[in-house]
């Protein structure tokens, strides 16, 4: 039987939620993070391929990567709504998206929450100097990419309901974590309507209610 190893405040939500789209069987171990480096837990990291979330295992296997988690759970449980078929007229959509997702959105989300968090943790004489790089990099890479992501986002959105097209896709599902993360750290403003529009659809969703209840946690993101 296949089993989420989830860490809390963490990517593996997304796995969570694809399980109960999918209406898997499958079973649930969760880990806390250390309260004073807000990393995942020596046992998480011991049995986690990488050392990080998400990770799966399935008798043998033990299989990490969210997007190689995500090919692996459709493969298992074919769902043409979830992944288009390559016939379909959304399909270069969904890969677009998908791929945007883990290759261009959540490194830099990433990036802007490493800088945030060694801001807070560095002596107190230092901060200035570390605020003042991350301003730079935050004007000169962190704002300018995301914002023409967040664009593009918002120019689709106004054509489709979903990041897929016209139904639920993974390239959403891959898409709510970065997507959560810029609305908490304050780049998803009221000028992106139709993006806040889809973080409210996605937080509707019923197998996303069910992911959120299990999971216990306010948000799939760090708070920071």
């Known amino acids: 039987m296949i089993t989420l190893h989830h860490l809390e405040y963490s990517q593996s939500f997304r796995i969570l939620w694809l399980l109960e789209e999918l209406g898997a069987d499958y079973g649930l171990e969760t880990y806390e993070r250390e309260s004073a480096t807000l990393l995942a ?9 990488t050392g990080a979330a998400p990770f799966i295992t399935d008798g ?39 791929h945007t997702a883990q290759g261009s959105m959540t490194p830099i989300l990433m990036m802007d929450s490493v800088f945030r968090i060694i801001c ?22 962190v704002l300018p990419r995301l914002a ?16 897929g097209g016209d139904a639920l896709s993974t390239a959403d599902i891959l898409l709510s974590y ?34 959120k209840r299990k999971d216990g946690k306010p948000s799939m993101v760090l708070p920071l």
Do not use: Q
């Open 60 to 98: 043998e296997l033990v299989l990490a990567e969210t997007s190689a988690i995500v090919d692996y759970l459709l493969d298992k449980y074919p769902n043409d709504a979830l992944r288009p078929l390559p016939s379909g007229e959304n399909r270069a959509r969904h890969l677009f998206w998908s």
């Open 178 to 211: 970065p997507m959560e993360c810029a609305s908490m750290r304050g780049y998803l403003t009221d000028s992106y309507p139709g993006c806040r529009g889809w973080l409210e659809r996605i937080y509707a969703y019923p197998s996303f209610v069910v992911a």
């Open 148 to 163: 023409a992501l967040l664009d593009r986002a918002e120019a689709d959105l106004g054509s489709a309901p979903w990041f």
């Open 41 to 49: 837990p020596a046992a998480y990291k011991a049995r986690s391929p």
């Open 120 to 141: 807070a943790r560095v002596p107190f004489f230092l901060r200035p100097l570390i605020g003042a790089i991350f301003k730079r990099v935050n004007e000169g890479f």
